[in-house]
């Protein structure tokens, strides 16, 4: 009885960890933080691959700034290739996101950067979905290249 006890819970630790890393990882979402000096800005590098539902078409992002609320705005571009889009979260600490923005840049290597409009440190959440080109998602990683 007591060894059930002990395999129940270490289950339930398992399945915990693995949701809480298949939760992220499938929810794409990268949370941040910019420090107080104005030129802080987060470089990142996503990465879309087949994974078996078919080879990528774009990179699809938004950005949400979260509390505190601050003066600056915080935005996110990104680049592959002769391509580059910005998109802004207008209003600091609400409930709504920037728009989402596309690039098409297929599979391969996009960079993408956060930025903010000033001084003040801010706080981020970076959704980031490859998809193809029926909106379903691809194959998508990412790796942090710069953190300040
Ligand atoms: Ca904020
Ligand atoms: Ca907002």
């Given at each position: 009885m007591k060894r059930i006890i002990v395999k129940k819970a270490f289950v339930a630790a398992s399945v915990l960890s693995v949701l809480g890393y298949v939760g992220s990882a499938s929810a794409h979402e990268q949370l941040g933080a910019l420090g107080a000096g104005a030129k802080k800005t987060d470089y990142y590098q996503v990465s879309c691959f087949?994974?078996?539902?078919?080879?990528?078409d774009h990179l699809a992002v938004l950005i949400t700034d979260l509390a505190p609320v601050a003066s600056p705005l915080v935005s996110v571009q990104v680049i592959k290739g002769q391509v580059a889009k910005n998109t802004t979260?207008?209003?600091?600490?609400?409930a709504t996101s920037s728009p989402e923005m596309k690039v098409i840049g297929g599979n391969g290597a996009y960079q993408v950067i956060v930025d903010k409009t000033g001084a003040d440190a801010e706080n981020y959440s970076l959704d980031y979905h490859c998809e193809n080109s029926n909106g379903d998602h691809t194959g998508t990683s990412i790796v942090q290249i710069q953190d300040k």
């Amino acid at each position: 009885m007591k060894r059930i006890i002990v395999k129940k819970a270490f289950v339930a630790a398992s399945v915990l960890s693995v949701l809480g890393y298949v939760g992220s990882a499938s929810a794409h979402e990268q949370l941040g933080a910019l420090g107080a000096g104005a030129k802080k800005t987060d470089y990142y590098q996503v990465s879309c691959f087949n994974d078996g539902s078919g080879d990528a078409d774009h990179l699809a992002v938004l950005i949400t700034d979260l509390a505190p609320v601050a003066s600056p705005l915080v935005s996110v571009q990104v680049i592959k290739g002769q391509v580059a889009k910005n998109t802004t979260d207008p209003v600091d600490g609400d409930a709504t996101s920037s728009p989402e923005m596309k690039v098409i840049g297929g599979n391969g290597a996009y960079q993408v950067i956060v930025d903010k409009t000033g001084a003040d440190a801010e706080n981020y959440s970076l959704d980031y979905h490859c998809e193809n080109s029926n909106g379903d998602h691809t194959g998508t990683s990412i790796v942090q290249i710069q953190d300040k």
